[in-house]
Each structure stands twice: as C-alpha cells, then as structure tokens.
C-alpha cells in the first residue's frame, strides 16, 4: 500500500485508504477456521481448482449459498470502511479501498 499512494502522490493525486472486512476473527469457530487455514497453507493443502475449493469450502462451512442477482437494502448490516495510514502496508482487512483526488 505505501507504494500505491507513493504512486499516486508522484502523479498529482492526494490519496486517501481505507480498510473493510477485518482479518480479526470473531469467535471461537472463526479462530479455529483461520489456524487450520494457515496450516493448510503452509502444507501445500489448498487445491489449485476451482471445484477443489468449492468442494473444501463444503466441508468446512455446509452448504454454499448461492449469490444474489441483486443486492438490496437490510440484507446485511453496514459497517463503514475505515481510514487507515497510507504509509504502511496493512494486514487487518481483507479488502483495501484507495480514493485518489486531483
């Protein structure tokens, strides 16, 4: 990330970060989830396919609930992005939002 706001700066934009979907997992279950993942990962145990992780992912959550065709108000509860420094790489969520000015 500080190289994308580098980047931006050097090409005369004023950019901002933001972090959503934290990595923290929330209980018991997800704490568990995310030590097999990393051991997984480590081993080498992560198929390459699509249909392997699909069929990983069945195992480990039950059945995969199709996506919406379209997304709708009070589906989910929100929860806004958050602003994070852009001069250090950031591991605490999983999906980064930059928004870059003139």
């Keep these: 990330m500080p190289e994308l706001g580098k980047l931006l700066q050097d090409n005369g934009f004023k950019a901002e970060f933001y972090g959503a979907f934290s990595t923290s997992p929330n209980g018991l279950k997800e704490e568990a989830i995310a030590i097999i993942k ?5 081993l080498h145990l992560i198929p390459k396919t699509m249909k392997g992780k ?6 480990f959550f039950g059945k995969l609930v199709p996506l919406p065709h379209e997304i709708t108000d009070g589906m989910t509860e929100y929860t806004p992005p ?3 420094p852009d001069n250090s790489s950031n591991y605490e969520y999983k ?8």
């Design 82 to 84: 958050a602003p994070i």
């Design 54 to 59: 699909e069929l990983l992912k069945r195992i």
């Design 95 to 102: 999906v980064i939002y930059a928004v870059a000015r003139v």
């Design 38 to 42: 990393r051991i997984a990962v480590a």
